[in-house]
């Protein structure tokens, strides 16, 4: 970086774009399409995927978002994730940019233009450009956006060996901000950070009460040694869609007995060390097992079964289930 400010360039149209060209290729990324109300259209080029500076979403965080599956061209469960999106703009105090079947219908071409049948969709929603003031600007219009991408990949030792997980020392959001799906994910990333740092996959929130909240974009669950499944309550954690989706099919593993029940409780710290198994749960994990918390064994220190049989429950949905939008290539 130039620190010389003379000779700083003023750049016209051409030699912006060329700037955003080669910051692309020095970089370069895999996003198949991006459509933007504020373009009216949509972009495959990833240079093009840009936001004006003075949207609310970019220098204040006040913006939403939300991310659903697409698997062998369809994409799942969008009706729940469209519900959370709704909710998170309405405690946002953000306008929507359209009705619901208007953004279904942006989301779903969107992904048709990108010609990618697996990976992710994840759209925003900004309060819209105008000021740089802390209150959205007179007359703003909302921004909504829409990105396809290849999804998030995690090793595969993940499953095949468990994840390795620490206790934050980064405080949980407050229940009203945990709940709501904002672009603000500090504390998320630091806890992801500091995992990192130690040499860990990733990070556990604990509530004031001693209570397991969730981890950094995933919800966590504990098979207890009694063989019940257990979830955290949601109202101060993040209602993980792929979460109430697997508490719904998990009953279905009673029958052959590797489960004696499902809740969804308050769990204190200290009845979450002694679970059988702990469970990271999320759209891009799916179900993957933790094997390891702040240097302890979970269970025998090993993959469970109910972590597996719950994995497969939730790709069999993705494929198979009743909550899949086929894609109009
Ligand atoms: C903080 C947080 N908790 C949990 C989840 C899991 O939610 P979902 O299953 O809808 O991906 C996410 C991901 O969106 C998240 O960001």
Redesign the pocket.
């Known amino acids: 970086m130039s620190t010389t400010t003379s000779r700083l360039p003023i750049l016209d149209a051409d030699a912006t774009l060329r700037a955003l060209r080669d910051l692309r290729a020095k970089q370069p990324v895999k996003y198949s399409a991006f459509y933007s109300s504020q373009l009216g259209g949509i972009v495959t080029d990833p240079a093009l995927m840009v936001i004006p500076f003075d949207d609310h979403m970019v220098h204040r965080g006040h913006g939403i978002f ?2 659903a599956g697409l698997v062998d061209g369809k994409v799942y469960d969008l009706e ?2 469209l519900d ?1 999106f709704a909710r998170s703009a309405e405690l946002s105090k953000l306008r929507l940019p359209g009705s619901r079947a208007e953004m279904r219908d942006i989301i779903i071409g969107t992904t048709a233009a990108s010609g990618r049948r697996d990976g992710a969709i994840r759209y925003w929603l900004s309060s819209g450009p105008g000021s740089l003031e802390l209150s959205p600007a007179p007359g703003s219009e909302p921004g909504f956006f829409v990105m396809i991408f290849p999804g998030l990949v995690y090793p595969e030792r993940w499953y095949t060996e468990g994840l390795r997980v620490m206790t934050t020392t980064f405080p949980i959001k407050p229940a009203l901000y ?1 709940i709501t ?1 904002t672009t603000n ?1 500090l504390p ?1 990333v630091l806890m992801q950070l500091e995992a990192k740092e130690a040499g860990l996959d990733n990070g556990v929130f604990i509530d004031a009460n001693g209570h397991v909240g ?6 966590v669950a504990f098979v207890t040694g009694d063989g019940v499944l257990r979830h955290p309550r949601f109202d101060h ?8 989706r697997m508490l719904e099919l998990a009953p279905a593993l009673q029958a052959s007995g590797l489960l004696q029940g499902v809740e969804v409780c308050d769990i204190p710290v200290a009845d979450a060390r002694a679970a059988r198994e702990m469970l990271l ?4 994990v799916k179900v993957a097992p933790i094997v390891q918390w702040d240097g302890q064994p979970i269970g025998d220190g090993k993959p469970g079964p109910v972590a597996k049989a719950l994995l497969d429950l939730i790709e069999q949905d993705m494929r198979t289930g009743d909550r899949l939008i086929p894609v109009p290539y």
């Not at 954690?237 to 109430?244: D, E, F, K, V, Y």
């Open positions: 939300d991310t729940a994730h959370r945990a799906k994910y998320n969730e981890s950094s974009n995933m919800n954690i993040l209602s993980g869609c792929t979460a109430r749960i999320g759209s891009s």
